[in-house]
T-cell receptor, first 116, second 116 residues
Framework: AQSVTQLGSHVSVSEGALVLLRCNYS??????LFWYVQYPNQGLQLLLK??????LVKGINDFEAEFKKSETSFHLTKPSAHMSDAAEYFC??????????????FGKGTKLSVIP | EAQVTQNPRYLITVTGKKLTVTCSQN?????MSWYRQDPGLGLRQIYY???????DKGDVPEGYKVSRKEKRNFPLILESPSPNQTSLYFC???????????????FGPGTRLTVL
């Protein structure tokens, strides 16, 4: 079984400030981890993913995330928030669930507001 | 253009009236999946399909049916919709099989369903 916990359903930052969105996961097998972003009235799009290569993963729009196995975390950061970053962010984990199948499990999401 | 399409985008119906939401992808992906998104609950997987004629339940399959007769299509069927199925639904697709879990999912634009 696997699960994802996102700490904070709403996060507000000032424009230009550091963005930190937290994600912790549990998985009994090596996980693959993803961050997706959902802009208002749109579907989800991939920001970045961890697939057991480098532990520091860079994504689009200057976002990055670090996989820390000891902390079972995959927090998302961006050095300087922009107004266009206002959106909902979802952390997700996937791993094999047996018999060659797998499932993607999402966290409940964190809505990011950027204050001018 | 590589994409996942869903139809209809918006649907208002009444309790008990059977409906189908279509999903189609043009990327030759093996893996397809349906999710529902509800405020505060994130995305929850309804059903997924590893390949043609192979489907399996996700976390919230009750009240839904799916079929995968062709690789590109994965319709979601609500045989007797109820108000608690009012939600935003997303279809997604991905490369599957051996390397499946490490590949990101591509999402459709969503279908907003209201059951009165």
């Amino acid at each position: 079984a696997q699960s994802v916990t996102q700490l904070g359903s709403h996060v507000s930052v000032s424009e230009g400030a550091l963005v930190l969105l937290r994600c912790n996961y549990s998985s009994s097998v090596p996980p693959y981890l993803f961050w997706y972003v959902q802009y208002p009235n749109q579907g989800l799009q991939l920001l970045l993913k961890y697939t057991s290569a480098a532990t520091l993963v860079k994504g689009i729009n200057d976002f990055e995330a670090e996989f820390k196995k000891s902390e079972t975390s995959f927090h998302l950061t961006k050095p300087s928030a922009h107004m266009s970053d206002a959106a909902e962010y979802f952390c997700a984990v996937t791993s094999y669930s047996g018999a060659g199948s797998y499932q993607l499990t999402f966290g409940k999401g964190t809505k990011l507001s950027v204050i001018p | 253009e590589a994409q996942v399409t869903q139809n209809p985008r918006y649907l208002i119906t009444v309790t008990g009236k059977k409906l189908t939401v279509t999903c189609s992808q043009n990327m030759n992906h093996e893996y397809m999946s349906w999710y529902r998104q509800d405020p505060g609950l994130g995305l929850r997987q309804i059903y997924y399909s590893m390949n043609v004629e192979v489907t399996d339940k996700g976390d919230v399959p009750e009240g839904y049916k799916v079929s995968r007769k062709e690789k590109r299509n994965f319709p979601l069927i609500l045989e007797s919709p109820s108000p608690n199925q009012t939600s935003l639904y997303f279809c997604a697709s991905s490369w599957g099989l051996a390397g499946g879990p490490k590949y990101e999912q591509f999402f459709g634009p969503g279908t907003r369903l209201t059951v009165l």
